[in-house]
């Protein structure tokens, strides 16, 4: 999250022919297009999830992984969302890792082992599952179907989640 680059760049601040960037949604344009832009010399781009992404970073060679995502859940009993941590799927890590490789050979250190690769989750879990349903909710019934029935949807809600849902 930005909270752990922003901790992570003070850590950093003090590296020498080293320009420290971070890159996050909270940023400025101006801050994120400086993370983005081609410079000489060498730089340490600090990213959150948007290393997932098709965007490509210029010039990174290599990438370090922590192996964490901060991802939305619900507290159905309080009726809250929040951002929790959490570990990548390996799905994800792959992703992270191929960032390294855009422009030209990289590489990947990740900082857990190859046992706990393999007992990572083989994808994220599908956001129908996490998400406040509330919005969902709405939509079902303004077309018609409150709880859904007959939608082909790729991963049914949780009847719990939709439910809480429902009744707000």
Do not use: K, M, N
């Amino acid at each position: 999250g930005a909270g752990e680059i922003g901790a992570v760049a003070r850590r950093l601040a003090d590296l020498r022919d080293v320009a420290v960037l971070p890159l996050h949604g909270r940023l400025p344009g101006p801050a994120q297009d400086a993370a983005l832009t081609p410079a000489a010399g060498r730089r340490v781009v600090l990213a959150t999830a948007v290393a997932e992404s098709s965007l490509t970073v210029p010039g990174v060679r290599v990438v370090v992984d922590a192996g964490l995502s901060r991802v939305p859940r619900t507290d159905l009993a309080r009726g809250l969302g929040s951002l929790v941590t959490v570990p990548v799927s390996r799905a994800a890590a792959t992703q992270r890792a191929g960032r390294a490789g855009r422009e030209a050979p990289g590489a990947v250190y990740r900082c857990w082992s190859e046992a706990a690769h393999e007992r990572l989750a083989p994808q994220p879990e599908p956001e129908i599952a996490t998400a406040d349903l509330t919005g969902f909710a709405l939509e079902l019934a303004a077309w018609g179907t409150p709880d859904g029935a007959g939608l082909a949807l790729p991963d049914p809600p949780p009847p719990a989640a939709l439910a809480v849902a429902r009744e707000t």
